[in-house]
């Protein structure tokens, strides 16, 4: 079973609407975790890290980590074009481990103008 | 200025061959990382390596061999190439093994 989660698989929203990204971890090793975007053709790029429950926003980006849950979404307000991208979430554990990422599949963003 | 740089950006290689991917990076980091990423399976954590020292290996084969001849240096041989082997291969860096990871662009690799 994939030890990250992630949902829906693609998402679609119209310019300047809200996309709301979903990750759920099933292993409760992980206690940081990571959302990275990756545009076609490149490597993927650090966004956000969250690793206290409650909400954290940089900007136009907003992570919720509910560590109960183990459960953690990114909601991006005002969507532009160049949002459009591959979202992935990355968890790892506690201490040394935590260079260890791994990866969900991914949420495919499409933002239409 | 590209800050971490992978050679090649493409690879073609025939089943059994070996083939070596560089990766260099600039931003005076202390870990170096390699990651996979294939149309089967998610990006999937290799190797890590901190000071020129592996300190982590999820790949079950030893066909695959990271190589740090300098600090900002992380090379991956990979052996007896086989088809499965086709994937983008990312190396990754940080400051150290709790800091943001940041990744290079990628080697694709073909193996026919």
């Known amino acids: 079973q994939q030890k990250v989660q992630q949902s829906p698989e693609s998402l679609s929203v119209p310019e300047g609407g809200m996309a709301s990204l979903n990750c759920t971890s099933s292993d409760r090793n992980f206690q940081y975790f990571w959302w990275y975007r990756q545009h076609s053709g490149e490597g993927p790029k650090a966004l956000m890290?969250?690793?206290?429950?409650g909400d954290k926003k940089e900007g136009r980006f907003t992570a919720h980590l509910n560590k109960a849950s183990l459960h953690v979404s990114l909601h991006i307000r005002d969507s532009q074009p160049s949002d459009s991208a591959l979202y992935f979430c990355a968890a790892s554990g506690p201490g040394g481990s935590n260079a260890k990422l791994t990866f969900g599949k991914g949420t495919k963003l499409s933002v239409k103008s | 200025d590209p800050k971490i740089i992978q050679k090649p950006k493409y690879l073609v290689a025939v089943t059994g061959s070996e083939k070596i991917l560089i990766c260099e990076q600039y931003l005076g980091h202390n870990a170096m990382y390699w990651y996979r990423q294939s149309a089967k399976k998610p990006l999937e954590f290799m190797f890590s390596y901190s000071y020129q020292k592996l300190m982590d290996n999820q790949t079950a084969s030893s066909r695959f061999q990271p190589q740090s001849s300098k600090k900002n240096h992380l090379d991956l041989q990979i052996t007896a190439l086989k088809p499965d082997d086709s994937a983008t291969y990312f190396c990754?860096?940080?400051?150290?093994?709790?800091?943001?990871?940041?990744f290079g662009p990628g080697t694709r690799l073909t193996v026919l």
């Open positions: 990754a860096s940080s400051q150290d093994r709790t800091y943001e990871q940041y």
């Open positions: 890290s969250i690793f206290s429950d």
